[in-house]
Nanobody
């Protein structure tokens, strides 16, 4: 069984910063991809950033230059450092992973989400 747990959300003023964390636990052999997505009220879930096991990153155009994704492989943790936050960044942020378990099963799993609210 795999667990994905996010933390670090909250309320921040525009221009401020927050750091989200996501811990993946369970019978993990290898984590291939760690992503962050977000979903604003009334909108579809959208991609924010991803990082591979080798450290390659990819960002949505809307967050490039403001958000930084990183990972600690030893802790099975991914971070999302968010700076210069805007009210339009308000959303529930979800951590997503694709990994291989110790029984060599491929698993695609999501966290419960953490709320980020940016006030103007």
């Amino acid at each position: 069984q795999v667990h994905v747990v996010e933390s670090g959300g909250g309320l921040v003023q525009a221009g401020g910063s927050l750091r989200l964390s996501c811990v993946v636990s369970g019978s993990i052999f290898r984590i291939n991809v760690l992503d962050w997505y977000r979903q604003a009220p009334g909108k579809q879930r959208e991609f924010v950033a991803s990082i591979t096991s080798g450290g390659s990153t990819n960002y949505a155009d809307s967050v490039k230059g403001r958000f930084t994704i990183s990972r600690d492989n030893a802790k099975n943790t991914v971070y999302l450092q968010m700076s210069s936050l805007k009210p339009e960044d308000t959303a529930v942020y979800y951590c997503h992973t694709v990994l291989v378990t110790t029984t060599l099963r491929r698993v695609d799993s999501w966290g419960q989400g953490t709320q980020v609210t940016v006030s103007s």
